[in-house]
């Protein structure tokens, strides 16, 4: 087997990854129909593949674009990465911290305060108690929440709780990071600031994943992209070649 | 900005035993376990006026309930109100954490499909919630000690003991069920009946005496509540250490449902996403 990933400079490598998933042909509710069903021997699965043989390489820095159609099997890629999904086949393996920009706020509780749901919420990261502490401040300047940091987040406007949630999820810089259509998070001015600290992020070459229907972003940002069709990499290259060849097809 | 001196390299090639993994898991998740104990107690009370001293005014209510309803019938147990709430508070915090473990991995199920955690911090923080609770509860039962005028023996010191016992059974337990309840939702619902059920046939609320000899034997001996309540009411009631053959029988129990409890939760947990 080729081992690219003994090179420093890969930081993603899936090797013929499959994901499948086992949906029984009737939802089987209880256990007690599950067992009737057992020894009846007709409990029986349509199996689906979400992802089929993929293999990509992703090298430090880039920012590495998925596109395709909805339920092509983009979002269950990004799952395989940030290890919420084990692949069925095959073989995932990166180095560094990756940080999953998925559903920003996920996790936060609505009678705790803000503050409270910034140790929540950063724990939840894998962050320690101590390093929380040290960059609450940025965080809650960040997320520019002012004497509302004490408030219980019930009293917060969308808004605010998205910004809270992109502050803590972006104070750290990760060494992956992904993001499932989150970039459209707040007001104008919150937008520029987000779009400042991701260039930050490139800067420092930290490779990102990044999940959009939007071509526009894909054409302005990624490096290279790969077009997704039912579980298969159709194509991977450079972003105006790829998002041409996905528009025909 | 941290930059970790060491890289972290996850490769799904190698991995470890399922079971290990999880527990490493939650040595580096343990802020991650305190901010879900601490986010479950500060939001279970935080807009009742008496707060926290809800954990200790439930039980000595259903004492005083108890007490009044049983205690003509049980004339034979002395000092009942200590018997029944010493019963009462081990039982409640078997069960309530149990339930607490389904219903945070079921809660939890949207975050296990968002980003990576130890799959175990919900059914350990659920028991680690009910072991603070169950600290709280020991107040009004010394409580009562002193106002029923019995004395407060050594043997109090065995009581953390008793309760490491009982949590790692309610552990236990929690991980099978909340491995279940993932694929049947229906486990959840099941599980209160049996709860009920299983109080009652479990000396609580009666003194084991009152079971016919007929089956006393089985309620009592293959029930691994009796043996944890037993340690745990000993000390505290009887004033007594309990003896060596309670002991074993009572750590085999806890150990065993434990390990296998987590062992079988480590093996299902990689499946749990795959359940829509």
Known sequence: MIQPYDNAETVIHLDNVSVRYRLPEERVGTLKEYAIRVLQKRVSYNSFWALHNVTINVKRGEIFGFIGRNGAGKSTLLKVISRVLVPTEGRVWFQGRVSPLLELGAGFHPELTGRENVFLNGSLLGHSRREIENHLEDIVDFAELGAFIDAPLRTYSSGMVARLGFAVATTWRPEILILDEVLSVGDEAFQLKCQKRMDGFHKNKVTSLLVTHSMQTVENLCTRVAWIDHGVIKAIGRPDDIIKAYRQG | ?276
């Open chain 2, 1 to 276: 900005m941290e930059v970790s001196e060491k890289v972290f390299i996850y490769d799904s090639a190698k991995r470890g035993s399922p079971a290990l993994e999880e527990l490493r898991g939650i040595f580096q998740y343990r802020d991650l376990i305190y901010q879900l104990v601490r986010r479950d107690i500060v939001t279970r009370y935080k807009r009742s006026v008496l707060g926290i001293a809800w954990t200790m005014l439930q039980p000595l209510g259903m004492m005083i309930i108890m007490t009044l309803v049983f205690s003509n019938l049980f004339q034979a147990v002395k000092g009942y109100p200590l018997y029944i709430l010493s019963g009462l508070v081990s039982w409640t915090f078997f069960a309530q954490t149990t339930t607490a473990a389904i219903h945070q991995i079921v809660w939890g199920g949207t975050l296990l499909h968002r980003i990576y955690m130890p799959r175990t911090s919900f059914a350990v923080s659920a028991i680690c919630t009910g072991v603070i609770n169950l600290m709280f509860s020991l107040v009004p039962l010394i409580a009562i000690i002193l106002i029923t005028g019995k004395s407060i023996h050594v043997s109090i010191i065995f009581v953390p003991v008793a309760m490491i016992l009982l949590a790692a059974f309610a552990l236990g337990v929690g991980l099978i069920l909340s491995t279940l309840a993932i694929y049947f939702p229906d486990v959840a619902e099941m599980y209160q009946i049996i709860l009920v059920a299983w109080m009652y046939v479990t000396p609580i609320i009666y003194p084991e005496e009152i079971l016919p000899e007929a089956y006393r034997f089985w309620v009592t001996n293959l029930n691994p509540m009796y043996h944890l309540i037993k340690v745990f009411r000993m000390p505290l009631y009887d004033g007594i250490f309990p003896g060596w053959t309670e002991l074993v029988i009572a750590s085999g129990i806890a150990i065993t449902t434990l390990v296998i409890g987590w062992l079988f939760f480590a093996k299902k947990a990689d499946e749990f996403t795959y359940q829509a």
